[in-house]
């Protein structure tokens, strides 16, 4: 977003972000966008002061809003791994699962998608500068599909795809490419988990194999999450 943020520059002020410049200001702040999950005590309380600092709070990627990458701990025994990739995990301070921003603080906002679309960002920037709502996508994955001309892949081809309950944002990157979703951009609006497990069990795919979509990287999602567990016994 380099040519963005240029322009940009000339209507915001940016006080800390330290991929662009070492220069810091204390807040109060108009916003504040965040990425990335909790995962330790330490960014508790660094997301709690960032809270009280700022007038409206966006969580930008599906780490911030869903755990992402991180939160795959959650259906693990952490402490193993540790003990089998580090020598000294004694040295090591983490939760015991990593969490959304929500999990701890008021967000005003969320932008999905592991990457984010950029001009979606763009959008909210734009649309709070001009002191409107913003426009945001508002269907499932498989719009974008059908804008593509992308032939599901899910009723053709049987492949492991949650495309119907995700956001759409992606641009069908997957499907398009011939692969299922893997719901990188969180639950749409009103997702039916339920008769989207129905035909994924008509397509025979295994129940296991169904909780791993939903246990992707966007698992700490509740609608995701709660879908999931169904399959736990299984």
Not at 37 to 58: A, G, P, V
Not at 61 to 85: H, K
Not at 157 to 176: D, K, L, R, S
Request: negative net charge.
């Amino acid at each position: 977003m380099e040519d963005e943020l240029l322009d940009s520059a000339e209507t915001i002020d940016i006080a800390y972000f330290l991929e662009a410049t070492r220069d810091s200001r204390p807040g109060p702040y108009d916003i504040s966008i965040i990425e990335g999950s909790i995962t330790t005590e330490h960014e508790i309380e660094r997301i709690k002061k960032i809270r009280r600092d700022s007038d409206l709070l966006i969580a930008i990627g599906t780490c911030a809003t869903a755990g992402g990458i991180q939160a795959l701990r959650n259906i693990a025994d952490v402490d193993e791994y540790a003990n089998i990739v580090y020598p000294n995990p004694e040295y090591l301070s983490y939760l015991k699962q990593a969490a959304p921003i929500f999990e701890y603080v008021k967000v005003d906002m969320e932008l999905w998608g592991c990457p984010i679309n950029k001009y979606q960002l763009l959008e909210v920037i734009t649309a709070l500068l001009q002191n409107r709502r913003p426009v945001l996508p508002q269907t499932s994955v498989c719009m974008e599909c059908k804008q593509a001309g992308t032939i599901c892949v899910l009723v053709s081809e049987g492949a492991p795809c949650i495309g119907p309950a995700t956001q759409a944002g992606c641009g069908a990157v997957c499907p398009t490419s011939g692969r299922g979703c893997y719901g990188c951009f969180g639950p749409a609006h009103q997702a039916n988990t339920s008769s989207l497990s129905d035909i994924l069990k008509s397509k025979e795919r295994y129940p296991r194999e169904i909780r791993q979509l939903y246990s992707n990287i966007s698992n700490f999602a509740p609608v995701f999450h709660e879908a999931a567990k169904k399959f736990e016994e299984a």
